[in-house]
């Protein structure tokens, strides 16, 4: 796993959409696997404009009970923040549907359109102060696959905005740690304070599923890509920090 420190989070959307865009250029047909919540409004921000007609992407998540056309739906906030403002097919547009009637089936139907897209190459992950990845709450099996999962009381507490005076939705679909695991790139975006300590077990510490994002210490290809907060409790920061000064010019991540 490489961890790269930036000043701020503006620093950090702005490397995270410039690995994207440059991932584009060399392969326009990627195959996104795409994450939500505030961490990427930043990131999505900077890709607006871009030419995504050849892209195909897949959501990690969605709320079980809640429509597309619900303002707190990821679907929603996937069109508000992206899919409205770059060039892309709403047939190469893949969201979980939190309103199907037979939810195993919604998750085997997702699972195989990532099989028949080829696989997801850069999947992008934020990283929930418990340690959580896409809906993936501690003590998720390490094996796990798309699935129908109950939402940790965490969870709920950071999305609640989502859902004013209204009962928070307690059950979602994701992806799984599996499906994680199998994307050939994670790009992985915490900053903030508030994610310093689940950094530090996701990067440092054993892996375990009572962290799930532990679990990325196994994957081949992962890049953390971090602000100075989220990095207080690092205990190799100082390592972290060389190791990038000491790459190449045309291998670090301008925006």
Do not use: W
Request: proline share 6%; aromatic share 8%; charged share 20%.
């Amino acid at each position: 796993m490489e961890i790269v420190i930036f000043e701020s989070p503006e620093e950090v959307c702005s490397a995270a959409a410039g690995i994207i865009r440059r991932a584009l250029q060399k392969k326009p047909d990627q195959v996104l696997g795409l994450a939500t919540g505030r961490t990427m409004e930043g990131v999505y921000k900077n890709l607006r404009g871009a030419d995504f007609s050849q892209v195909k992407t897949f959501n990690l998540d969605e709320y079980v009970g809640v429509g597309a056309d619900h303002p707190g739906s990821y679907a929603y906030y996937m069109h508000e923040h992206l899919f409205n403002h770059v060039q892309i097919s709403p047939s190469n547009i893949h969201l979980l549907d939190g309103l199907a009637p037979d939810p195993e089936a919604e998750c085997e139907a997702f699972e195989q359109a990532i099989q028949r897209a080829g696989g997801i190459d850069i999947q992008l992950l934020g990283l929930g102060e418990n340690g959580h990845i896409a809906f993936n709450e501690p003590g998720s099996s390490l094996a796990s696959r798309t699935r129908f999962k109950t939402l940790a009381s965490a969870t709920l507490a950071s999305n609640k905005e989502l859902f004013p005076g209204e009962e928070l939705p307690r059950h979602g679909l994701t992806m799984g740690v599996s499906n994680i695991l199998e994307s050939r790139l994670c790009l992985l975006l915490a900053y903030g304070r508030r994610k310093a300590q689940a950094l530090a077990y996701m990067a440092e510490g054993p892996v375990t599923a009572m962290c799930p994002a532990s679990v990325l210490q196994f994957h081949p290809h992962t890049i953390a890509l971090v602000d100075e907060e989220a990095a207080l409790q690092l205990s190799m920061v100082d390592y972290y920090r060389l190791s990038y000064e000491e790459k190449p010019e045309r291998l670090k991540y301008p925006p």
